[in-house]
């Protein structure tokens, strides 16, 4: 007999728990790894920050099966490339769209084709690909052109693109927002996210739209997205040839869903901001010394977002005359392991000390 994820226990999927909301029948093969109902956390300390009253959590999608938000459109999109017969997915990635698709194609069975930028993606990313067996493309350019050949290699209908141009992608991502809902009971009134292509932002939006009218919540949230100041098209509104930052994962210089990334702030009466390579990993050290929870770069950039609305008066967004307790979600998007180079750079401080309670004591400043 063969067992289904959701048969065997605790996690379901994505796709068990909100089928009716996304596009699948009863004849789709689920194809999970058990994703989503990650974590909503509750964060005092950032709390505290905001004050007012006002409530912090964070949805950690670092604890997704391939640690990022990845995960819970991979399983809708890769499913129904199996109900459609495919062969093959390829994805352009500057490294977690990569690494999920490679292990969910790996479940599958099929061939998982990934375009990298060659020597920009974290390493614990471009390690999940290679060892899920993904075949990799490494090229000369940058996110843009891998996005660019994919999209010319899937027209011949060869292989799918599991790209969040994929509808299927976009719609397994709502479900992290059905999930907020549910737990808050309903839509918190701010919700915060770091927008790279743009495919994110536009699917909590949709989430939290298609949630209202199932009356599971009475409003929707101000969409707030967080680009790296040297790669936000989208805040500064025109293309970024040469998109650079820190903050690998939404290095990217013409998002795809630039349009309905526009479209979802406009109409949630949200905003677009900017925050520096230099304030992304303060924001990242910061959550993981106040609040234990040890996030990548790109997901810093929204916990350095909410301290810029908490205290410049030049955020987009000013959290100063903020509503008194206000609910307020920041999505961390990937675990705080996959991309440990700029943290190993300052652990190079950490000498050997001798082997005696002695030294042990003078090392701890006892
Ligand atoms: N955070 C992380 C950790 C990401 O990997 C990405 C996107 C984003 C945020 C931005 O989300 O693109 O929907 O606006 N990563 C893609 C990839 C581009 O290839 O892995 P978005």
Not at 233 to 244: S, T
């Given at each position: 007999m063969e067992w289904t994820t959701s048969e065997l226990r605790q996690s379901r999927g994505v796709i068990e728990s909100y089928r009716e909301l996304l596009p699948v029948s009863a004849s789709t093969t689920i194809v999970s790894l058990g994703e989503g109902n990650t974590p909503l956390i509750y964060c005092p300390q950032l709390s505290k920050r905001v004050g007012r009253g006002c409530q912090v959590f964070v949805k950690n999608e670092g604890v997704n099966p391939t640690a990022s938000f990845k995960d819970r459109g991979m399983t809708?999109?890769?499913?129904?490339a199996m109900e459609r017969g495919a062969?093959?997915?390829?994805?352009?990635s500057t490294g977690n769209t990569s690494a999920s698709a490679a292990a969910y194609a790996a479940r599958a069975g099929i061939l998982c084709i990934v375009i990298l930028p060659a020597g920009r993606i974290a390493t614990g990313k471009l390690l999940q690909a290679f060892v899920y067996g993904a075949k990799i493309v490494a090229i000369d350019g940058n996110f843009d052109d891998a996005l660019r050949i994919v999209r010319e290699l899937g027209e011949g209908h060869q292989f799918v693109i599991v790209n969040s141009i994929?509808?299927?992608?976009?719609?397994?991502?709502?479900?992290?927002?059905?999930?907020?809902v549910d737990v808050l009971g309903d839509a918190p009134d701010f919700h915060l996210l770091p927008v790279g292509n743009a495919g994110n932002i536009t699917a909590y939006w949709a989430g939290y739209r298609d949630y209202e009218p199932h009356r599971k919540s009475a409003s929707v949230?101000?969409?707030?997205?967080?680009?790296?100041?040297g790669a936000a098209?989208?805040?500064?509104?025109?293309?970024?040839?040469?998109?650079?930052t820190i903050a690998s994962a939404i290095r990217i210089g013409n998002p795809a869903s630039w349009k309905h990334a526009r479209a979802a702030i406009a109409e949630s009466r949200g905003a677009i901001d900017v925050v520096s390579d230099e304030e992304i990993l303060a924001g990242q050290s910061w959550?993981?010394?106040?609040?234990?929870?040890f996030v990548e770069p790109a997901s810093a950039a929204a916990i350095a977002g909410l301290l810029k609305c908490c205290g410049s008066n030049e955020a987009a967004y000013s959290f100063q005359k903020i509503p008194e307790g206000s609910r307020i979600v920041c999505t961390v998007t990937g675990h705080g392991l996959k991309d440990p180079d700029a943290i190993i750079e300052r652990m190079k401080e950490l000498k050997p000390v001798a082997a005696t309670v002695n030294e042990?004591?003078?090392?701890i400043g006892l």
């Open positions: 809708v999109a890769v499913s129904k062969a093959a997915i390829i994805c352009a994929n509808p299927d992608r976009l719609a397994g991502q709502k479900t992290a927002a059905f999930e907020i949230p101000a969409m707030i997205g967080f680009q790296a100041a098209p989208i805040f500064y509104n025109r293309i970024i040839e040469r998109p650079e959550l993981a010394r106040h609040e234990g929870i042990a004591r003078r090392a």
